[in-house]
């Protein structure tokens, strides 16, 4: 007897409760709790409880699952959470993450996934040709934005600094310098930290009256910093700032590195995979000189978390920064096939492109691209309702789906206890903002369950 297997009727039995389980999850989503009190006494108990020495079984989990783990959790998939940029899963999300935990791929080197090696490179290829970027572009998918963009800063340091493989940061040169705005993710301090750069060497440039990146004020930085005997080396622009949606001058910054000899990053973990609509070219079309991207298709193609993604230009730059020789895992070179243990800092990787390519070959990539441009749509709806209710000020332009806006003459304070009232209403579960040195509230729609209905009754409630 196998201890860790199930009898076939047990299998039966998880089967029929899951698909249960998933089954009232979606039916009672509209009337769920967006925001539940968490039963703090359930969870102290879970959390006291020893390692069990004997199972409970399979019914005794799924009670467990339904008793403590679902009554206090957050209802991402509720069509009126708008607190992050975070939307719900698609639909066949959760069969696509049961196949891949059954099939259980290590994504590394070919040999122990090959069918995933293929699905992941037609994934990262469909996204390079999102972005606009050339064929022998490559890339890796990430457990997210943050990650994706420290790989990428990993990679550029591999690019343009000499012999860093062999001396790292650890060497007699003028210190780096990376260039980005003040309204950027948090993600890129971080990976300066991590990396060694350091904070005292990341310039948070100004952003002009529409939140972007000031490339004025950008040259002016570069400038001063050679003069004073620093290097600069990297800039990262981003396609969908946090907090406002604004979108930095791209074609404008890429210009300017080229000039100036800087690699290019872009931030499109939040907007990036907007340019599935052709709407959003005009704006988003220097996304494809960066010399890397960021995209998040646990945002905009609603997979279950987590799947980031970096894309690198010149491919060959990012397996130069991560392919190391490893006897014990080398098989042969196959043209079809990848080893991702190359292309990023893992050696373990689950199978994360399975979901992304379950999704597109389930709903094609039309129906990504119609609820993208209805989230656009609402947002547009919201800040058109804003703007016609007495007592309520947009903060930003609604460039995106972010929707920022004020209560004139509410103290921080008020802000904040609207938020929760809204929330303790079931009504919405929108976010605090702060936009130039101003508080408010900030609505994100990048929920694809969202709709008019559920727009307009936000707004009526704030009336």
């Known amino acids: 007897m196998n201890e860790l297997l199930l009898t076939d009727d047990e299998r039966e039995r998880a089967g029929a409760r899951l698909l249960a389980l998933l089954d009232g999850y979606e039916r009672g989503l509209a009337k769920a709790d967006i925001l539940p009190e968490p039963d ?12 069990p020495e004997h199972g409970v079984g399979v019914d005794g989990m799924f009670d467990r699952w339904e008793d403590t783990i679902l009554p206090s959790s957050t209802t991402v998939a509720h069509p009126r959470f708008l607190a992050y940029v975070l939307g719900p899963p698609n639909a066949i999300a959760p069969y696509a993450e049961a196949m891949a935990a059954a099939l259980n791929q290590n994504c590394n080197f070919w040999q122990l996934s090959p069918a995933a090696s293929v699905v992941e490179r037609s994934v990262l290829e469909w996204l390079a040709s999102v972005v606009g970027f050339p064929s022998g572009a ?39 310098v990376v260039y980005t705005s003040v309204e950027a993710h948090r993600s890129v301090d971080k990976a300066a930290a991590i990396l060694g750069i350091g904070l005292d060497n990341v310039r948070h440039i100004a952003t002009d009256v529409r939140h972007r990146m000031d490339v004025a004020a950008l040259r002016s930085a570069i400038a001063q910093d050679r003069a004073d005997g620093l290097r600069p080396w990297c800039v990262v622009a981003t396609c ?28 499109g ?9 052709d709407q959003m070219r005009d704006l988003m079309g220097g996304c494809a000189r960066a010399d890397s991207i960021t995209l998040d298709p646990h ?23 991560y392919a190391f020789d490893s006897s014990y895992l080398t098989v042969a070179d196959d043209p079809l096939m990848t080893d991702y243990m190359d292309y990023g800092p893992q050696l373990s990787r689950n199978f994360k492109a399975f979901k ?12 990504f691209r119609d609820a993208n441009e209805r989230t656009l749509e609402l947002a547009q709806r919201l800040g058109r309702g804003i703007e016609e209710t007495p007592g309520l000020t947009l903060l930003a332009p609604v460039t995106l789906t972010a929707v920022c806006f004020q209560v004139d003459g ?42 008019e209905a559920d727009i307009d009754l936000i707004l009526d409630r704030l009336r």
């Not at 998918?141 to 343009?160: C, E, K, P, Y």
Request: aromatic content about 4%; overall charge negative.
């Open 269 to 277: 973990a939040y907007g990036a995979l907007f340019l599935l609509s």
């Open 299 to 321: 945002k905009l193609l609603y997979a279950s978390l987590e799947a980031g993604c970096l894309l690198v230009r010149d491919g060959a730059k990012l397996r130069d920064a």
């Open 40 to 51: 703090r006494e359930a969870l102290a108990a879970l959390l006291a409880t020893p390692m």
């Open 410 to 451: 509410y103290t921080p304070e008020q802000h904040t206890a609207l938020l929760e009232k809204l929330a303790a209403e079931n009504v919405a579960l929108l976010g605090p903002v702060v936009v130039a040195g101003k508080r408010g509230i900030r609505a994100c729609v990048t929920n694809h369950r969202t709709s």
């Open 138 to 176: 490559k890339g890796i998918l990430t457990g997210g934005g943050s990650l994706a963009t420290l790989q990428a800063l990993a990679t550029a340091l591999h690019d343009r600094v000499p012999d860093f493989h062999a001396t790292g940061l650890q060497r007699s040169a003028a210190p780096l």
């Open 240 to 267: 969908g700032t946090v907090s406002t949606g604004s979108v930095d001058p791209i074609d404008e910054i890429a210009d300017l590195c080229a000039a100036e000899d800087l690699w290019l990053h872009v931030d």
């Open 356 to 367: 992304v390519w379950s999704a597109l070959q389930a709903f094609g990539v039309k129906a």
